[in-house]
């Protein structure tokens, strides 16, 4: 089921993305007069899932969800219609246009992209705001996952800034750390200030280690509530105890009795736990699993920072929360093209883009993906590649600037090279995920 929720989300969000994309093309080719003879919602090789025609533009679902396209008449483009630019231009055509006119129409897509985010964006902080965990107020410290550790840091230490620099919000450190190729991280340990120094190349091992978790906010053993069969309830442990030890051990944050829980697989074991102002003992069996069936929740250990927005207030954070939202994903583009970081090995296809997606509907959380999508969607089709929007841009400009336009010959050529490159950047992508899923 987690699956299918999963799907669900990454083709409906996709499905926004590609109509909002190609209607940018559409409106602002309707704008210059320019007839669009189809509008499609994926692609649709052989036959169309449905069609209908409405003055000249034919729109219709397609069958193969891997984007979606307008054809704009006189135009080279993924149909490779050479017959149709075989005849004389005509005054309505793609072709026939002044550059200018075919630069706004090949901009509209990407532009479109940006506006649907900032309105996705605005939208989200009039309706929930915005909420975040305060840096100082991780009271505990963090937990370390091994590469984290191997990174230099501990469990418990309290991080201060990252380059010298304070993160207001602890979710956003692993991101610092990650897409401004952190050199240091200044933490409390033990009470004392401590310089954590990232190791010469390491950037490397935290892309391909793949978990946004290598820290996360430490927090004690507190039961918010049990699964079917608890063993735990069973024993007679009820909601908001604290759970302290096992026989004796003693536990003081949940990160340590997870860790030290599954040596007594099949085991019966005394469980310390505090009740208001009483240490109670409780014999659990714990089963084969490993698990007594009891879990805790982060949001009562800790005092989030909420900020609520009127219509008015939320447009101009909207455009800011865009804009770094750009600057973010220009910085993992960077990283993309680093040989010395190699962060090309994880690039994920399908699979990964639906993965980031939560395993229960949240519209929070689906609208914020596709707020995110959206500016990756408008940033990729603006790169400077044949048979994506920047292809086009590209040879406009140089059009614009020379004052010779290309013959139809050489961008047909390149729409095929770029159809090739796509291809196999598509195959590439998915083929890490399938890899991945075997390793």
Same mark, same amino acid.
Not at 160 to 189: C, H, M, W, Y
Not at 211 to 227: L, W
Not at 403 to 415: C, H, I, M, T, V
């Given at each position: 089921?987690? $699956? ?33 003879? #189809? ?11 449905? /069609? ?13 969800? =891997? ?7 006189? *135009?080279?483009?993924?149909? *490779? ?8 231009? &005509? ?5 026939? /246009? ?26 989200? +902080? ?11 107020? %991780? ?13 230099? =840091?501990?469990?418990? !230490? ?10 207001? !919000? ?26 954590? &120094? ?16 290598? $820290? ?21 442990? /009820? ?21 030290? +829980?599954?040596?007594?697989?099949? #085991? ?23 698990? $007594? ?30 804009? #770094?939202?750009?600057?973010?994903? +220009?910085?993992?583009? /960077? =990283? ?10 994880? %690039? ?24 995110? =999508?959206? $500016? ?28 010779? #336009? ?26 890490? !995920?399938? %890899?991945? +899923?075997?390793?």
């Amino acid at each position: 089921m987690e $699956i299918l929720i999963k799907a669900a989300q990454l083709l409906l969000s996709l499905s926004i993305l590609v109509i909002f994309h190609e209607f940018g093309h559409f409106i602002t080719a309707k704008m210059f007069k320019t007839r669009v003879e #189809k509008f499609y919602l994926f692609f649709n090789p052989w036959f169309s899932l449905f /069609k209908f025609k409405k003055g000249e533009t034919e729109y219709g679902l397609g069958w193969l969800p =891997l984007g979606g396209y307008v054809k704009i008449s006189g *135009m080279i483009d993924e149909s *490779m219609d050479k017959e149709q630019m075989q005849l004389p231009p &005509q005054p309505w055509e793609f072709r026939s /246009k002044p550059s200018w006119q075919r630069l706004i129409i090949m901009l509209g897509g990407v532009t479109v992209n940006i506006l649907l985010a900032i309105a996705i964006y605005i939208g989200m +902080l009039w309706v929930w705001g915005e909420q975040y965990l305060p840096t100082s107020q %991780v009271k505990y410290g963090i937990v370390a996952d091994s590469v984290a550790q191997e990174m230099g =840091l501990r469990n418990g !230490d309290k991080i201060l800034s990252v380059d010298n620099q304070p993160v207001e !919000d602890f979710f956003k450190i692993p991101g610092r750390i990650i897409l401004e190729n952190a050199r240091t991280i200044e933490v409390e340990r033990d009470g004392k200030p401590t310089t954590v &120094q990232i190791p010469e190349g390491f950037l490397a091992k935290l892309l391909k280690h793949q978990s946004p978790d290598f $820290i996360n906010a430490r927090m004690q053993f507190i039961v918010e509530g049990f699964s079917k069969g608890s063993a735990a309830e069973a024993a007679g442990m /009820k909601k908001g105890d604290r759970i302290i030890g096992i026989n004796d051990s003693l536990v003081a944050y949940f990160d340590e009795f997870r860790a030290l +829980l599954p040596q007594y697989k099949s #085991k019966e074991v005394s469980l310390k736990a505090i009740r208001e102002n009483d240490t109670l003992a409780f014999n659990v069996k714990v089963p084969e699993t490993g698990l $007594i069936g009891a879990y805790t929740n982060p949001a009562g250990q800790f005092q989030f920072s909420e900020k609520d927005y009127t219509f008015l207030a939320a447009i101009p954070a909207g455009f800011n929360k865009t804009w #770094k939202g750009v600057g973010n994903y +220009l910085k993992q583009l /960077k =990283l993309l093209f680093s040989p010395e970081v190699k962060a090309y090995e994880s %690039v994920g296809g399908f699979i990964t883009i639906g993965n980031i997606f939560p395993s229960t509907w949240d519209w929070a959380a689906f609208w914020g993906l596709t707020a995110f =999508l959206s $500016i990756m969607l408008a940033i990729l089709n603006v790169l400077p590649i044949p048979a994506l929007d920047g292809g086009h841009v590209m040879f406009l400009l140089y059009e614009m600037i020379t004052g010779r #336009k290309p013959s139809d010959k050489f961008l047909e050529n390149a729409q095929i090279v770029g159809m090739i490159l796509l291809f196999g950047l598509l195959i590439f992508a998915n083929g890490n !995920d399938i %890899v991945k +899923l075997f390793r």
